[in-house]
């Protein structure tokens, strides 16, 4: 893959990660890496996710705590800018 397109594509993660939860350092962009990831194939592949889930539930668990966290920054951070 292209360095300078990793880069660029990084940057734009930073912005979407500072415009959903405030700040963007790493373990929250990845966090809403993980969440958009998650959330897109459970919209376009339900199957997959459906088995995923279903085959590792202790995964399936940290994953409803991790979009219920993002759920909770977004929020909050949309009540402060306010």
């Keep these: 893959m292209d360095q ?3 880069e660029q594509f990084d ?3 930073t912005k979407y ?3 959903m939860v405030g700040e963007a350092g790493e373990e929250r962009k990845e966090k809403i890496r993980m969440w958009a ?3 897109h ?5 339900p199957p997959l996710v459906k ?3 279903e085959k590792y539930p202790d995964a399936k668990e940290g994953m409803k705590e991790l979009i219920e966290e ?3 920054m977004n929020q909050q951070y ?4 306010k």
């Design 4 to 6: 300078k397109l990793k």
């Design 11 to 13: 940057g734009l993660m």
């Design 17 to 19: 990660t500072e415009l």
């Design 37 to 39: 990831l998650y959330t």
């Design 41 to 45: 194939m459970s919209k376009t592949m």
């Design 51 to 53: 088995h995923w889930n």
């Design 70 to 72: 993002v759920r909770d």
């Design 78 to 81: 949309r009540n402060e800018q």
